[in-house]
């Protein structure tokens, strides 16, 4: 099992490999509902875990 209960992702799978590919189904799903959202249309929550959310994704790129 993997999670990130900030971001509220729990993923499972047989092995390692599955339950990566579960969390990135899970943070694709996730990503296109809530962190490309308007925030006119979440409520605090969800706004809330679109902030973490694009903020999870910027701490892993660097600018070049």
């Known amino acids: 099992m993997l999670e990130n209960s900030e971001l509220t992702l729990y993923a499972y799978g047989k092995s390692n490999m599955?339950?990566?590919?579960a969390l990135a189904?899970?943070?694709a799903a996730v990503w296109n509902?809530?962190?490309q959202e308007e925030?006119?249309?979440l409520e605090a929550s969800?706004?809330?875990l679109k902030?973490?959310?694009?903020?999870?994704v910027a701490?892993?790129?660097r600018k070049v």
Do not use: P
């Open 51 to 56: 902030r973490q959310l694009r903020k999870a």
């Open 59 to 61: 701490s892993v790129w």
């Open 25 to 27: 189904r899970d943070f």
């Open 33 to 35: 509902c809530i962190a």
């Open 46 to 48: 969800a706004r809330r």
């Open 39 to 41: 925030d006119a249309m």
């Open 18 to 21: 599955e339950a990566l590919e």
